[in-house]
């Protein structure tokens, strides 16, 4: 594994399965310094403690997007631990709220509200807790999970698509605002990408595999080590002049 992010302090939120705690194992094959967050504390402090047994230097926190103490008090034991931040992956979602989005006609406003709360309002939560230290440093890299469905019509999710193109804003808002600030803000928008946990779930049936991988312009699907991959060369120096992106990791399923 390359050495790009050496001794670089970066938050991984959202940390504790899937996409984010194969970041987290990338980041620190990659010489980065890791707090793992999330709101599965148990989830957490295991990727971390996976993370340190492999040679790496991480340590876990407990974090709620919903919450804003939670979000300034997992910055801010992040950054009293690695002594400042370079870079963060804002990761984190309500797969519970997922499962029952619906239809704008049908979909409940409180799966809507909670839907909203974590993936936008939480995401600008966590971007006004990093950005001042990266700042600080004099730049530093801002990655969010965004997904295909803020760009793909759907006849379903519609709360979801929507958190999604908010997030997108938002990102574009801070790569504009603080570009010039050493500041780069770029969004990751998965393809189908079959997790760890996923792929042990009796909900994901070879049906489902097989009409996934039927659209998918690839000789397989998705794994979380693809998007870690795009999260990691982001966050590392070869990443520092692009700024205000999507990026699709996919396997070509979309292509806006």
């Not at 992040?78 to 989005?101: F, K, P, T």
């Not at 489902?208 to 659209?215: E, F, L, N, P, V």
């Amino acid at each position: 594994m390359i050495d790009r992010l050496r001794n670089k302090c970066i938050i991984v939120i959202g940390a504790g399965s899937g996409i984010g705690a194969a970041t987290v194992r990338r980041l620190c094959a990659e010489g980065a310094r890791v707090c793992a967050a999330d709101i599965n504390e148990a989830g957490a402090k295991a990727v971390a403690a996976a993370a340190r047994d492999a040679g790496g230097e991480a340590f876990s926190t407990y974090i709620d997007l919903a919450d804003e103490a939670s979000v300034n008090a997992a910055v801010a034991a992040a950054v009293e631990r690695l002594g400042g931040l370079d870079g963060a992956h804002i990761n984190a979602a309500d797969l519970q709220a997922i499962m029952q989005d619906s239809t704008a006609l049908d979909v409940a406003l409180d799966i809507f509200d909670r839907t909203l709360t974590v993936n936008l309002r939480g995401h600008l939560l966590c971007t006004r807790a990093v950005l001042p230290h990266l700042l600080a440093r004099g730049g530093g890299a801002l990655i969010y999970t965004s997904s295909g469905a803020a760009d793909g019509a759907e006849p379903v999710r519609p709360s979801y698509a929507m958190s999604k193109s908010g997030l997108n804003a938002l990102m574009r808002h801070v790569a504009a605002a603080w570009g010039r600030q050493g500041i780069t803000a770029n969004c990751v928008a998965p393809g189908f990408t079959i997790t760890p946990e996923m792929d042990k779930s009796p909900h994901l049936t070879q049906a489902i595999r097989d009409y996934m991988q039927a659209r998918t312009p690839a000789p397989r699907l998705g794994q979380a080590e693809d998007i870690a991959g795009m999260v990691a060369m982001l966050l590392s120096d070869d990443g520092r002049w692009i700024n205000g992106q999507v990026y699709h990791v996919n396997g070509g399923a979309l292509m806006p």
